[in-house]
Nanobody
Framework: QVRLVESGGGLVQAGESLRLSCAASGVIFSRYTIQWHRQAPGKQRELVAGITNIGTTTYADSVKDRFTISRDDAENTGYLQMNSLRPEDTAIYYC??????????WGQGTQVTVSS
């Protein structure tokens, strides 16, 4: 059974940092692309960052130079380091795993709230 557990969300002030974690079980983690998505109230879910199984990274323009995605395949965990947080980063953040053959899995989400 595949399980993704996100952690690390919370309430911070603008300018502060958070690191989100996505711990996976039940999959061969190293084969998957990891993505972080977020959904703010009243808005569609959007892709924030991704990292492939070979370490290629992509970022939404809104988070470039502030967020860093990484992975530790030995620990079956993905990370999203978020620096210089802004109130507009407030959202529920979701981890997603994508296999090259098409299967995908979502985590339950973790709330990030940035106060001004």
């Amino acid at each position: 059974q595949v399980r993704l557990v996100e952690s690390g969300g919370g309430l911070v002030q603008a300018g502060e940092s958070l690191r989100l974690s996505c711990a996976a079980s039940g999959v061969i983690f190293s084969r998957y692309t990891i993505q972080w998505h977020r959904q703010a109230p009243g808005k569609q879910r959007e892709l924030v960052a991704g990292i492939t199984n070979i370490g290629t990274t992509t970022y939404a323009d809104s988070v470039k130079d502030r967020f860093t995605i990484s992975r530790d395949d030995a620990e079956n965990t993905g990370y999203l380091q978020m620096n210089s947080l802004r109130p507009e980063d407030t959202a529920i953040y979701y981890c997603k795993l994508l296999h090259p053959r098409g299967s995908s899995y979502w985590g339950q989400g973790t709330q990030v709230t940035v106060s001004s």
